[in-house]
């Protein structure tokens, strides 16, 4: 197939890209590189033998948009880009509605208008807010109690009333719950910018001793010691998972949810532990505050995607910070900066005033093509 993958030089997308160059498919990026690089894609292409051709362009950006759709004709779409940082969500609303709820609907505008209807869309556990239990299933309540959250639950129910307008329309929504690790060469990786917002790149910056102490976020949650429990997965199984739900999508129509997780909640204090072991090094850490807005504990029910998908995760917590040592450990301060003479010339958000959406680093793709 001839996919085109929106976000796919980011930590999720490249993983993705990775699986379906190893698939055979054709594959097609369309990101502004507001959070990535494009050395990312370098490196898929070493690992697979295989390229990924670059477009840079903004979802904000119509016309961008309809050019590749145009170029490509593409059999279908895996929609990565957004933004995803819920303390800034909290702080610049506009800016999460804007990027990704118009920025997705935008991109659907695109694929209708050029007779393109399979899609997978990358949800979050986070549109079920505090659902009252710890084992999400896809038929709870959507309820997301924060900006990014809501803007993944508007586009949800956006995409189940496109569905409903039409059986032409073939849609997945992937509901992921912890995305961690890294791929087995340690080539391709989480690389964020600024001070990490999630645990395990936090430990992991810690461990490589770019910073100096994890903050734990309360040990007096009712959970078996007290700090928070997550459902973290491998970011190579939840990549096999969106090429398992595109196969689903070819012979269904409708919107689907599923949820991506592995069934199974971690403290903060198991993964502190395991990346111990996994890394040799003691990792410093204080106990702080609970940290506002975070719950104590919750996992997926994941029966629905290997019922329907045919997909479960296969690696555990072990796998998972072992191979985000490797990633770090090898490349401690993530990809390498561009020369700025490298940078692509073209940097439509800015025209559409997105803050944050100047190429982060630049080393020259193989193939890019400038919109
Ligand atoms: P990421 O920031 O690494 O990747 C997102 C990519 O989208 C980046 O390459 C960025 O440059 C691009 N992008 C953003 N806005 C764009 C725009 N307007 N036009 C074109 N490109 C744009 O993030 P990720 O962790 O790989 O997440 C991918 C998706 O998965 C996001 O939609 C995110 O909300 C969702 N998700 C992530 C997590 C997580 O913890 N990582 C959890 C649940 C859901
Ligand atoms: N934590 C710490 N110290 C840190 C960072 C996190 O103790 O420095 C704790 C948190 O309190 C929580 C656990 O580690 O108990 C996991 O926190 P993360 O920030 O890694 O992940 P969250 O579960 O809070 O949220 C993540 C993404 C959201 C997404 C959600 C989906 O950040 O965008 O998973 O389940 F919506």
């Given at each position: 197939m001839r996919i085109l993958v929106t976000g796919g030089a980011g930590y999720i997308g490249s993983h993705t890209v990775l699986l379906l160059l190893e698939e055979g498919h054709e594959v097609h990026v369309f990101d502004n590189l507001s959070n990535s690089s494009p050395e990312a894609l370098n490196r898929v292409a070493e690992i697979t033998g295989r390229e990924a051709r670059l477009h840079v362009g903004d979802l904000l950006d119509q016309r961008q948009l309809d050019d590749v759709f145009a170029e490509l004709k593409p059999d279908a779409v895996i929609h990565f880009a957004g933004l995803k940082a819920v303390g800034e969500s909290v702080d610049f609303p506009l800016r999460y509605y804007r990027n990704n709820v118009t920025g997705t609907l935008n991109l659907l505008e695109a694929m209708d208008s050029h007779d393109v209807h399979t899609l997978v869309f990358s949800s979050s556990?986070?549109?079920?807010?505090?659902?009252?239990?710890v084992k999400y299933r896809e038929d709870l309540k959507l309820d997301a109690v924060n900006p990014y959250g809501r803007t993944k639950m508007h586009v949800e129910q956006m995409l189940e009333d496109v569905a409903g307008s039409s059986d032409k329309w073939h849609i997945a929504r992937l509901r992921y719950f912890n995305p961690v690790g890294a791929h087995e060469s340690g080539r391709i990786g989480e690389d964020p910018t600024?001070?990490?917002?999630?645990l395990m790149p936090f430990i992991s910056q810690v461990a490589v001793g770019r910073r100096p102490v994890l903050r734990i976020f309360?040990?007096?949650?009712?959970t078996p010691d007290g700090t928070g429990v997550r459902d973290y997965i491998h970011v190579v199984d939840l990549a096999a998972a969106h090429l398992a739900a595109l196969e689903y999508c070819i012979d269904h129509s409708g919107a689907h949810a599923w949820n991506i997780g592995t069934g199974h909640g971690s403290s903060v204090m198991e993964v502190l532990h395991a990346f111990e072991r996994a890394s040799g090094r003691d990792i410093p850490f204080e106990l702080v505050d609970r940290r506002p807005g975070d719950l104590a504990e919750y996992y997926a029910d994941p029966t629905l995607a290997r019922e329907e998908i045919g997909w479960k995760a296969e690696r555990g917590l072990e796998e998972m910070v072992a191979d985000n040592w490797r990633w770090q450990s090898t490349n401690p301060d993530g990809y390498p900066d561009a020369d700025?003479?490298?940078?692509?010339?073209?940097?439509?958000s800015e025209e559409d005033g997105v803050?944050?959406?100047?190429?982060?680093?630049?080393?020259?793709?193989n193939e890019t093509t400038k919109l």
């Open positions: 556990a986070t549109v079920y807010g505090d659902a009252g239990v600024g001070i990490p917002n999630n309360g040990n007096d949650y009712a700025p003479a490298d940078l692509p010339d073209t940097d439509p803050k944050g959406s100047k190429p982060k680093r630049a080393t020259g793709p």
